[in-house]
């Protein structure tokens, strides 16, 4: 019987092989076990790490400014697209497309980086407010953030420009989300399940 092949030896019950001896304390069952069927000593689920207010500022900072510059770059090229066809110095075709890759050029990398920077500048404001939970201090208005967010982005934004134009600014950012808040709650939308700025 000892030159038997091990998968013609037969064991008593024909119940498969037996396990291997586990009294060694090195060995560690809970690695090991769930692949010999032994039965593990862990009983409660192991759960995983879950931020309960959502993406972290980096993050959304990052999914905020790459859509905001996809968006841009495309809405830009398209202007530029119309601008360099309708403004186009000659008819001949060769300088037609010349003048539409020149303003689809122009217009689309200006608009995308503005969108990109509006929605760092955004991302960064309404992330700190998040982190000091100021919703907890302004009582009937809220969500806040987001209106922070966008006040004190238009005013950064502009503030290179005066004092004037830069309160105009973040008063727009403002009127920003508040209209978006009522449309959505007029529709029915739930406030901010868009995932990308305050929409």
Known sequence: DRMASPSRRKFDGDAGAPLPDFSNPGINLDTIAPALGVPTQKQKPDYLD??????????????????????????????GFREGLVNSPSSRMRVKVNSILNNCGRYGSKWGNA??????????????????????YTGPIQPAAPILGAGLTGATYYMSTGPRVAALAGSLGVGAVGLTYLSYSALGIPYGSRGWLFF
Not at 53 to 78: C, E, H, Q
Not at 117 to 124: D, G, K, P, Q
């Open 115 to 136: 969108l990109g920077v509006v929605a760092v500048l955004y991302s960064l404001y309404e992330g700190v407010a998040d982190q000091f939970n100021i919703d907890d």
């Open 50 to 79: 879950y931020d309960q207010k959502g993406r972290g500022i980096i993050v959304t900072m990052f999914a905020n400014a790459g859509v905001s510059y996809l968006f841009g770059t495309v809405a830009g090229g398209l202007y």
